[in-house]
């Protein structure tokens, strides 16, 4: 069993929606969640960083960890055509120096 | 913007070449990784160092070879290239503390033919 699952699209919403994407993961000892923003051809950027269970809000960017669950979700509200791309969730345990990684979702936001 | 760099961003080199991929940061950063990403799959780690002269393989296998003899500087080498290596490299560098985000280059896209 991998230890991130990310269902990899892709996913195409018309602009303006508001886009979830998600990620389970089965080990319990992963704290910090990350996620990552790739454009084509380009280096994933750190979008979101967030520990433990909670939510946490960034302009039109939401980040949710439902540890009980171990589950966590990336919301964008507002959907732009500029957010294009592949949404990368990573996560890591505490004191652990390898990050996980999920495979990407690829998202398109059609104008 | 995160100070790291990858050089060459994109090479083609045939079959049983050596070459080297290029990373640097300028951050200060103790570890430093190099990922390799295939498309439709999750990032795999085959380098990994926590600070000058310690490397360590990762969890993918790997023919590569990498060094570090300076904190900002983590090459890899590949002895002779094949086309199996082709695919997209990345290097990333974070922070000495053990709960910190990764930092990426902007990758090198390796074609061998």
């Known amino acids: 069993q991998k230890e991130v699952e990310q269902d990899p699209g892709p996913l195409s919403v018309p602009e303006g929606a508001i886009v979830s994407l998600n990620c389970t993961y089965s080990?319990?000892?992963?704290?910090?969640f990350m996620w990552y923003r790739q454009y084509s051809r380009k280096g994933p950027e750190l979008l979101m960083y967030t520990y433990s269970s909670g939510n946490k809000e960034d302009g039109r960017f939401t980040a949710q960890v439902d540890k009980s669950s171990k589950y966590i979700s990336l919301f964008i509200r507002d959907s732009q055509p500029s957010d294009s791309a592949t949404y990368l969730c990573?996560?890591?345990?505490?004191?652990?120096?390898?990050?996980?990684f999920g495979t990407g979702t690829r998202l398109t936001v059609i104008p | 913007e995160a100070d790291i760099y990858q050089t060459p961003r994109y090479l083609v080199i045939g079959t049983g070449k050596k070459i080297t991929l290029e990373c640097s940061q300028t951050?200060?950063?103790?570890?430093m990784y190099w990922y390799q990403q295939d498309p439709g799959m999750e990032l795999h780690l085959i380098h990994y160092?926590?600070?000058?002269?310690?490397?360590e393989k990762g969890d993918l296998s790997s023919e590569s070879t990498v060094s570090r003899i300076r904190t900002e500087h983590f090459p890899l080498t590949l002895e002779s290239a094949r086309p199996s290596h082709t695919s997209q490299y990345l290097c990333?560098?974070?922070?000495?503390?053990?709960?910190?985000?990764?930092?990426f280059g902007q990758g090198t896209r390796l074609t061998v033919v």
């Open positions: 951050m200060g950063h103790d570890k």
């Open positions: 080990n319990s000892a992963f704290q910090y």
């Open positions: 160092s926590y600070g000058v002269n310690s490397t």
């Open positions: 990333a560098s974070r922070h000495r503390g053990p709960n910190t985000e990764a930092f």
């Open positions: 990573a996560m890591s345990a505490t004191g652990a120096n390898n990050l996980f």
